[in-house]
């Protein structure tokens, strides 16, 4: 069992920057971790994953060169670090751990436990 909490939500205005980070309580090593997002209305859309063994990145490419995950892997912590914010990134940001694959993916059903969510409010 993984359990996750997010923190680094708020408010920001567009070119701004935020930091989510997930703490997660559990075995993670062989599995991905990932920031997945929904806006009022829409699905969740995967935003990056880290494969926690080999460090390895994805990126969608609406976040890719403006976003960045890493994890620490002495704290279980992944972070993202978001740069050059648009009002469009605007939603609610989960954390989520797969079951333990392969390689790095953001395929959804790959992942199976999810955290509580943080609000990233982006404002033009």
């Known amino acids: 069992q993984v359990q996750l909490a997010e923190s680094g939500g708020g408010s920001v205005q567009a070119g701004g920057s935020l930091r989510l980070s997930c703490t997660a309580s559990g075995y993670t090593y062989g599995s991905n971790l990932a920031w997945f997002r929904q806006a009022p209305g829409m699905q969740r ?4 994953a880290i494969f926690t063994e080999s460090g390895a990145t994805y990126y969608d490419e609406s976040v890719e060169g403006r976003f960045t995950i890493s994890q620490d892997n002495g704290k279980n912590t992944v972070y993202l670090q978001m740069n050059s914010l648009k009002p469009e990134d605007t939603a ?3 954390c989520a ?12 059903p790959e992942y199976r436990y999810w955290g509580q969510g943080t609000q990233v409010t982006v404002s033009s």
């Open 97 to 108: 751990a797969s079951k333990q694959v392969a390689g790095v993916t953001l395929w959804e």
């Open 92 to 94: 609610m940001y989960f």
């Open 45 to 48: 859309e995967g935003v990056a």
